[in-house]
T-cell receptor, first 111, second 114 residues
Framework: TQLLEQSPQFLSIQEGENLTVYCNSS?????LQWYRQEPGEGPVLLVTVVTGGEVKKLKRLTFQFGDARKDSSLHITAAQPGDTGLYLC???????????FGSGTRLLVRP | NAGVTQTPKFQVLKTGQSMTLQCAQD?????MYWYRQDPGMGLRLIYYSASEGTTDKGEVPNGYNVSRLNKREFSLRLESAAPSQTSVYFC?????????????FGAGTRLSVL
């Protein structure tokens, strides 16, 4: 059973389009992170959100943490081929040392 | 600035063989982790070491053992490899404590068990 569900699993869009990736759970997390992973590499942290309702922007990427701290979204504006990759959300519960990862969204941005 | 280094990068084993995956970090981090990544499953935690001298089971520990050799190194051992252990294995490290909650990942070890 996946504690963190990501949708969609796959997304293929044209350069310049906007997209949103969702990360949902029935559990509350103390913080939530988004990672991006390229083929042959390990995941690289993009952002950490901690407060319910928090919105963080990283250039064309906007991250939001749900008010109840159970869900999060990643919105990319004017996607570029360089955004292609696997996007993973990961949640931390309370004082655990452990991150729980979602199943990932594989994004392909076509030129 | 190597970060987290994993060896080997690729490995093919026959069922029943044993091997050890090596991981070393040069960032003076306290916590280290081993994950496996399978298609459509994200990353699942196998074992972790919150600090030097301690190890704990994660979500999928069966068939694996770990050793926190020192603060820098955390190895993962498969005693008798099975085809179900075919996966990509990632090691990660973290400074420690909730305030410094950034995990840094190695490039992975791709393991095939025939």
């Amino acid at each position: 059973t996946q504690l963190l569900e990501q949708s969609p699993q796959f997304l293929s869009i044209q350069e310049g389009e906007n997209l949103t990736v969702y990360c949902n759970s029935s559990s509350v997390f103390s913080s939530l992170q988004w990672y991006r992973q390229e083929p042959g590499e390990g995941p690289v942290l993009l952002v950490t959100v901690v407060t319910g309702g928090e919105v963080k922007k990283l250039k064309r990427l906007t991250f939001q943490f749900g008010d109840a701290r159970k869900d999060s979204s990643l919105h990319i504006t004017a996607a570029q081929p360089g955004d292609t990759g696997l996007y993973l959300c990961a949640g931390m519960k309370d004082s655990s040392y452990k991150l729980i990862f979602g199943s990932g969204t594989r994004l392909l941005v076509r030129p | 600035n190597a970060g987290v280094t994993q060896t080997p990068k690729f490995q093919v084993l026959k069922t029943g063989q044993s091997m050890t995956l090596q991981c070393a970090q040069d960032m003076n981090h306290n916590s280290m982790y081993w994950y496996r990544q399978d298609p459509g499953m994200g990353l699942r935690l196998i074992y972790y070491s919150a600090s030097e001298g301690t190890t704990d089971k994660g979500e999928v520990p069966n068939g694996y053992n770990v050793s926190r050799l020192n603060k820098r190194e955390f190895s993962l051992r498969l005693e008798s490899a099975a085809p179900s252990q075919t996966s990509v294995y990632f090691c990660a490290s973290k400074l420690g404590g909730l305030a410094k909650n950034i995990q840094y990942f190695g490039a992975g070890t791709r393991l095939s068990v025939l």
